[in-house]
């Protein structure tokens, strides 16, 4: 597991170490069973956070739109700071969650080059 500076787990870090190895292993023409499980897991994973990740973003820009019309109907700056605080956090959330759903995608994508390839290992033999 990669960890960052500030605790928990890089995950860009760790999607680009996943990426690498699995474009490694196509290279090298080395697909087994293992390399499709390990992928599915991390997949499957990605997929988790993704979703987790889309309704906290989602609830963020909800709140973000709650504070707007707080601000409005008050016309307060302490209204003013919660709109800018939760800006800031929708527009965090949604940079986040942009890189988990393409990295959805790739990883998609990769799975289907390890079908391809697995798929082209047996017909060889």
């Not at 890089?10 to 190895?21: F, P």
Request: hydrophobic fraction near 50%; charge should be neutral.
């Amino acid at each position: 597991m990669v960890k960052s500076k500030r605790g928990g787990m890089d995950i860009r870090s760790y999607c680009k170490a996943h990426e690498q190895l699995i474009r490694d292993r196509l290279a090298e023409g080395s697909v087994d069973a293992e390399l499709v499980f390990l992928h599915e897991r991390r997949l499957l994973w990605v997929q988790h956070e993704h979703l987790v990740h889309l309704v906290v973003t989602a609830l963020t820009a909800v709140l973000l739109l709650f504070s707007i019309g707080l601000f409005i109907f008050l016309y307060d700056p302490v209204a003013l700071g919660l709109v800018f605080i939760t800006m800031v956090l929708t527009c965090a959330f949604l940079r986040h969650y942009f890189f988990l759903e393409n990295t959805v995608y790739r990883w998609h994508v990769l799975y289907d080059d390890i079908s391809i390839a697995k798929k082209a290992e047996q017909l060889q033999h």
